[in-house]
């Protein structure tokens, strides 16, 4: 691999995490001189990195202050999630016939631990619930023989992932009915249900989700 990719990639990827887990939070200043001190590179490769995170609507550039972590807000939310729903149920659709039975098993696996969580926790940890419902979607959706539209599902899985950490978070009863949902797709899935069902209920989940989160906030 190229040695300025390499270190572009390195970079990225460390600034990426440290915003969708919460430690750079909305309006964190990125200083490239700074990040380039930390992790031991130039500013070029962290220039790279801070260009493919503003592509990713994770960092902004504010007049006479430079790079920061996005701010995000209702819209931002409702336009990701319903465009995670309309690729997510596509890419579903593409990739259950391609399920291996070990697959849905780690599925199946994944979303009974989301259901002890959302049943034996007396705070819900949205935090880990997040990550097993990533994971919970990524093992039906990542098999998907079509490149373009899983890299696009992984650049809106992120925006998701950070707007969420930033302004949402899961309450017991929707995870509940979360958990209920993804047993039904992994019926659907299981018992080779046709594409257009697939897609249809997996959008619909992410709509759901949509609505929910929002009569929260605004309610």
């Not at 990713?56 to 995670?84: C, H, Q, R, W």
């Not at 049943?119 to 079509?146: G, I, M, T, V, Y």
Request: proline fraction near 4%; charge should be neutral.
């Amino acid at each position: 691999m190229n040695p300025k990719l390499a270190k572009s990639e390195m970079v990225y990827r460390g600034l990426r995490d440290k915003i969708l887990t919460g430690r750079y939070v909305a309006g964190y200043r990125l200083v490239l001189d700074q990040i380039a001190r930390e992790y031991g590179v130039s500013t070029v490769p962290v220039r790279e990195a801070v260009r493919r995170l503003e592509a990713e609507k994770l960092v902004s550039f504010t007049p006479n202050i430079g790079a920061v972590v996005s701010s995000v807000d209702l819209e931002d939310y409702t336009d990701a999630m319903e465009t995670l729903a309309v690729l997510e149920g596509a890419a579903t659709s593409f990739a259950a016939p391609l399920l291996s039975a070990d697959v849905l098993e780690a599925a199946a696996r994944a979303n009974e631990r989301m259901g002890e969580l959302a049943l034996h926790s007396s705070q819900l940890d949205s935090a880990e619930f997040s990550k097993l419902n990533r994971r919970f979607h990524r093992l039906l959706w990542e098999p998907c023989p079509n490149v373009h539209l899983t890299r696009m599902l992984d650049q809106e899985w992120n925006r998701v992932a950070a707007i969420r950490r930033a302004q949402f978070a899961f309450d017991t009863e929707r995870a509940l009915t979360s958990v209920a949902e993804h047993g039904e797709l992994l019926r659907l899935i299981r018992e080779g249900a046709p594409a257009p069902d697939i897609e249809r209920f997996a959008r619909n989940h992410k709509m759901r989700t949509l609505r929910d989160s929002v009569s929260r906030r605004v309610g």
